[in-house]
């Protein structure tokens, strides 16, 4: 009864103050809160549903349903994009709230009429998971069970709302796609078609990376940025080109670092694993490290 | 009014693009498609609960409850898993359909017959977590809070598929475990008994390694290819032994990367942390960096 | 029917043998089992609803629901919690259950109480992520799409039942937290305000590390453990310090690896990328590494 | 553990006798069964939220999602609808499969064309229980919590379903109106505009009735069968004119029983409670009994 | 194909149609809707567990748990209640919003502080059903199959929110009751303490009945209205007494009718089954017609 | 906030009361609650998926799920209701605990032998139905749409653990059927084969009473007791026998009521609508009443 008693007497309370701790650094009333959070990971896959539908399920001698199940998907994302989109603008800047739901439906307009070029572009990232990974034995197996595709499906639709203009909700999306597959895509970067990442956990691609068409990354790659200068206030300064570019056909291999706003590598070039980059190098480069040959100790332990 | 407006008219075309662009590709009734991948995610935990039954829940003083809840969950598991089997080797293979069910039905019951055996494998994983990591302080905690446990779990059961020439399913259980662990073990790896894995996110272990009895390995460690050979359309040509062999009671401690079909590690060896090794040691060894030390500047920075 | 048949005929012995192996090595009875793995991993997300409240969902013109909620969240968790610690006190002590029980209340009670500081410090964490990362935007931001916050939340709430003594309850907290975001915090690991992880994913923390004030971390750093200690049955002897001390203000690059129980990291001190150091280095420091020149070969691959 | 083991013997060859009992008598494979019958149930829901649509949600500030929402809920119900129309068109009649699926399209398309006919005089039915009952105060009450309005909903689209010749579908639906409000209206009776039941229970309508406009009955009435013929076998002849007429402006209180096909009851008339009625009466009739006045013994019971 | 392009091309259409038919009767936004009627419903679940606590469910050896449950679920309901009360107060009449925020508090607070003694009349009710019913073994059979029970808990929760002049909710309530007990009470029924319905289906209780202590009804009985004078316009004057007064210890057979807002039944009378009463009987009346004798016709049929 | 402060202050005290209030009267807990009673639904919904399998759901191409769905189906309610029978029997009576659970087995063991005997039987009531109603048109329209089919499988089941002496589950299974149909069978009545209720609700079928083979019940008809004697205590005396027997071949029309543990309706006979009997008729008999012929007013009212 103890325990009761002083939840009874004591948690209005702690409510009260975890309330207010909580006001002093968040207007709670003019968020998306965790509950956006979680309309965002029902678009993500409303839209998935979208872009790969199947006829597997149970009506699957219907041709109108696909069609229609298509459709009500995007009626129903759009509509709810729209409003997180409203909440978003704004909350986060100055705008007018009639211009701010103007600017929503302006920009769900956009993404939804991008939508069948983006699913174009991603099957040629399909394809390139099907060229690049000889344990691959269909296309098929890649859209089910490839984390790159998932990473990239993600990362292709959060960066046109990037682009945009839309705060947070991008960063929310690829922060999911990040939970899910280890490989964290900054929504701002800038990725070309036929992208293949292999394995992928703990790839971290920053928000100004641009990337070429046909390039191939290994688990653990770094494309991120060197240190970061301050304002007087001793805060970071934003909006700054602060990580590489990456050229057409390049692969990198696993464990790879490559830091810099100004550091590009060469088309057809390729960076091998556990290399430490900060500068650029030139089209149909090979980079690799003697790897220091290892000690090696035989007999008894 | 005018996102509605804008739907109305749109949403028409652009569900028939998508469905178009989509059918060009994948065949979308021939397909277990995102509901097959949920399906497969339920199997998982139906055959976790199998194998590690518990009384905890409300009825914990009914024994004849675990033993049907067990029962129970096989049954199901088994006619889910047939279907999914028999849909994915129908259209995967030139394989007739009659012949595609009664292989589905023997490969079911050919994995439920093993299952004891593969708990019984598991058993000797938990122990091997209980003597590996000081930190640890019961079985219990080790079957519900570690993730090499889970892992190795979910791989034992796939790679009985993967043998049995299933395609598509086993892959989808490995990412399944990847994403749930950061740990990505191909379904085709061959793994002996007492085997752990520590914190284990960032771990490849790729299609045709093998890994010997008592083998432990840390975060990071990637046991991969080198690069694979091409064939004359540039294709990877599939189906070769690109990575290592790990024999019995190997250490291979973070970050390491051994890479290589030839590649193996010869019993009772240690291989130190960020060692890359893409050549075989011999048993008994201890491999080793002496780390390049840093250098350290003293002072105000 | 040939399935059927077999599973009508067989699964009575495999369930019966499925049962026995587990009742070898676990108390079916004497767990809370993945259902109280489930609920602590719902506890969170109400104390996480608790600490973070927002208006955002439908009765949002309702102050009164604010505090309420935070309430009911506050009780309902409490009381789970407390039934969660009582089991596991019981199962893996030798505590008589009247203690047990007592000691769970006060356990909660002490928890419930400390929230408000907790979160008082999660706010410095948000401060330090705003200020660390170029990238970001707004605290809103932060607070919904940074695994740094999701993980050190659920750090600092195990951290305090770890100290409690509770068994097994803090590390599958932990291992939630790792699953999320791929940050893998022992619940033993004692840290400073004003912490922040970058992107996050492989970072390791060990069970006896210290970690000061405003320390900042990247991806894929190891704050390890050196080889352990075995006793006479080879068994590792468990309880030893064994991880690093970071003093204040330290900055930790990717990939870093920072082992051993006697390694302190002097405040102000900066840890370069991919540094390997079992040694201590004193305040004001800063290890880098001048990372060999890779060999860069240009032209026509 | 009894129980367990019988369960283990027995249930084998239990499950299959109750299978062939069922399988004696129904095709258990083509029959949309319980899962049929659920759909349609949720099929009035969403029937039911298009006609009444409101902005009570959340999204409440949002004009679009109405819209969007009622057109969403008709293209599912659309198709939903369609399939089990089209399966039951199979199963039931000698219909050729290409033909049940091209009614059933014309079906789904000529009621959702009359949807907003059937509103409009639901609308009349709302008004009549408005201006029938004086312990009503507002429309949206009557809307909310009148069983009469929720029957009659219900059977205005199942009888359109019932006179485009779809089997089975339209007394399901009907018999769900009668769980709800323990009115029994047959799909096949013909029901003017401005019909109010006030209570309804234990009401009965059936298949051959025809009720013209501003009809007002009380609970416990029934417009019934007299006796039926049977043809050679004994089995009732089906697809005779069984149930009573009744004109415009009739009012009839609770308890009356009317029987008959060549009862009508002209309009204008008013039919008193309990009354039993085989025969019609003329239009303007008022039809009562003089109640047996009951035998009162006062005093000391 | 067909019916696809239908729905694509006459759903917009017909989707604006039935929207603005509704509109053009209801407020869209002004009201609670089907959501709020589903809110009601499990209000009244809330208040039943609140009520009636049982320790039956998995938790059932923690004391703290019932108390902590019953609260939580009357500040859910409270509140949720609340914002009902204040939305319908709005809606439907002419006070201003701040006064009807504070009405609304202040007939919450009343509901809540009346539970206690509403709780203890139940109790009476349910001692009547156990003395009143041979068939019955034990009290606990009584609350959890007896709709008598049911239907008078929630009458006398939804009579409290009648008198304090709450519009819709009570009925919405009083009919949730019908639903599930075929037991039309209305909320402004005046019902005294040790109150039993036997079976109950059928039976109908008008707006403006007392009913004395100790009341006994059988299935089917209607305590209703005699025809009600209409205004100039030919609408139904509200608000007049219009059904009868059931005094102490009555008895009422099944099928009785008893009518009129001036019929009153003295105390401890007996009404037989099938009565039809229109006029008051003074105390200690036994009710009853000599049936009429059915003819009985013996012999081949 | 009012409210929010009043219910921080006071809702611990209204809690506790209660509470205390329901433990004056209840055993909190040993009952199966309403946790119990909706087990009881989910049973009885099991039971009825076992009767009548259907191959309905999307993997209907698959013989084998039917047989394993009924068996665990079986499997499953036979666990469950064994467990509430425990645990009814042992709070119930005087019962031995392990006598109890031996007891709860037993029941459980000759309910499900009497499963495929319990299906046979009803698949006469269907087929009664069927013949008895000239608006049917198939055995599949019958068990999908009529009332009578799914109160007479409820009954058919519960009356077997009547006969078995278990208490309270019976009644709260009768009570189920009740609320979805509106047709009031005690579990006590004895009902022979080809029983078919048209319509039903208001039917209500005393405890004692006996009904034989191929009778014929409508809507609103009473099996019930007249007065029933009072022990010295004024409480009624159980057990006896109160209610009507109904021999072979009866049909009773809508509204009769048929009152007495002493009158039997001997076989072949017909009552007719409305008749009140509370005396035995002969076989072969034919009861009706001449209706007294109502008073027709013709003219302008």
Request: hydrophobic share 25%.
């Given at each position: 009864m103890k325990l009761n008693d002083w939840l009874n007497s004591e948690i209005p309370t702690i409510s009260q103050s975890l309330e207010e701790i909580h006001r002093e650094h968040f207007s709670i009333d003019k968020t998306i809160g965790f509950e956006g959070q979680e309309s965002i990971y029902s678009l993500i896959k409303d839209f998935r549903s979208a872009l790969?539908?199947?006829?597997?399920?149970?009506?699957?001698?219907?041709?109108?349903r696909i069609n229609i199940s298509i459709g009500n998907k995007l009626r129903t994302s759009a509509i709810n994009l729209k409003e997180l989109i409203e909440k978003v603008l704004i909350n986060d800047s100055s705008i007018h709230e009639d211009e701010a739901k103007e600017k929503a439906d302006l920009i769900v307009i956009d993404l939804i009429k991008k939508l069948p070029e983006i699913r174009r572009v991603i099957q040629t990232d399909i394809r390139a998971a099907y060229n690049g990974d000889p344990a691959t034995t269909s296309l098929e197996e890649i859209l089910l069970s490839y984390p790159s595709i998932q990473s990239i499906t993600i990362h292709r639709i959060a960066h046109e709302l990037y682009k945009a203009g839309v705060p947070i909700i991008p960063r929310i999306m690829s922060e999911y796609a990040h939970r899910l597959t280890g490989i964290d895509i900054h929504p701002g970067a800038s990725i070309g078609e036929y992208f293949f990442i292999d394995h992928g956990t703990g790839v971290v691609i920053g928000e100004t990376c641009t990337i070429g068409r046909n390039v191939k990354i290994y688990q653990g790659v770094t494309l991120g940025a060197k240190s970061f200068p301050l304002d007087e206030h001793g805060n970071p300064i934003k909006g700054i080109k602060r990580h590489p570019n990456i050229e057409d056909n390049v692969v990198i291999y696993s464990g790879a670092t490559i830091l810099g706003g100004d550091t590009t590598i060469g088309q057809n070039s390729v960076i091998g694993g556990n290399i430490w980059l900060t500068q650029s190098v030139p089209a149909n480069s090979r980079v690799y490290q003697t790897q220091p040959s290892p000690n090696i100790k035989n007999g008894q332990l």
């Open positions: 790969f539908p199947c006829l597997c399920d149970k009506y699957s001698n219907v041709e109108t």
